[in-house]
């Protein structure tokens, strides 16, 4: 079965970090299917996009966190994560993971809550 799970969510003080990761598994993906994009998405608004990776390792991110999120990843977990540091009040949101299995196809994680609050 396909198998996207998130994790790392929780409430950080603003200026903080926190790390959340992605980890796919199934007979569909494979070590080599590394990319996997982030979005999130706040109530009653639409789930906006905010950093891409692909299988390459190129990587792509929205300007409003240029410079302070980051996507590292593990080969050997089959993880990727999103690294978040000086986490504003605005990046309070649900984050979600889209994991690129082998055929390029994605597959989302079940979302996790990232709020920034003093």
């Known amino acids: 079965q396909v198998h996207v799970v998130e994790s790392g969510g929780g409430l950080v003080q603003p200026g903080g970090s926190l790390r959340l990761s992605c980890a796919a598994s199934?007979?569909?993906?494979?070590?080599?299917?590394?990319?996997g994009s982030w979005y999130r998405q706040t109530p009653g608004k639409a789930r906006n996009f905010v950093a891409g990776i692909t299988s390459g390792g190129v990587t792509n991110y929205a300007d409003s966190v240029k410079d302070r999120f980051t996507i590292p990843r593990d080969k050997a977990k089959n993880t990727v994560y999103l690294q978040m540091n000086d986490l504003r009040p605005e990046d309070t949101a649900v984050y979600y993971c889209?994991?690129?299995?082998?055929?390029?196809?994605?597959?989302w994680g079940q979302g996790s809550q990232v709020t920034v609050s003093a």
């Open positions: 889209n994991r690129l299995s082998e055929l390029g196809h994605g597959y």
């Open positions: 199934g007979s569909i993906f494979s070590v080599d299917a590394m990319g």
